[in-house]
């Protein structure tokens, strides 16, 4: 999922895997609000956040199950602020579930059908 130029993307009960790429990505103002969902990445990043240049972002990623409950390892699979200074976006996601949620997994041809 991308979420770019002052756009807002909010959902929950999303199960995201097996991503070749970031399974999250944000830039250029891009804010998330994601909760009670299974983020899992597969070589990527679980959320990755670049090109923020004004004030700082906190990104709503609270409540979700990433697959495990090291938070360190959560943190690990997180680019935000963080990680590089220069990027003033942060990905809060404490407090996390420890257990996996209940969650629909579905096609993205599902959810593009909403909004015909």
């Known amino acids: 999922m991308y979420s770019g130029s002052g756009s807002y993307l909010q959902g929950s009960s999303l ?13 250029s103002e891009g804010r998330v609000s994601i909760h009670g ?6 070589s990527g990043y679980s959320v990755r956040c ?4 004004h ?3 906190h990104q709503d990623l609270t409540n979700n199950y990433w697959g495990t409950t090291e938070s360190d390892s959560i943190a690990a699979k ?9 990027i003033h976006s ?14 629909k997994a579905s096609s993205l041809g599902s959810a593009k059908a909403m909004w015909r």
């Open 15 to 27: 199960v995201i895997d097996g991503t070749e790429e970031d399974a999250v990505c944000l830039m």
């Open 37 to 42: 969902s299974h983020l899992f990445s597969g």
């Open 50 to 53: 670049d090109a923020y240049f």
């Open 55 to 57: 004030d700082e972002i």
């Open 78 to 86: 997180i680019r935000d602020g963080n990680d590089d200074p220069s």
């Open 90 to 103: 942060i990905v809060d996601f404490l407090p996390f579930s420890d257990i996996p949620l209940p969650a």
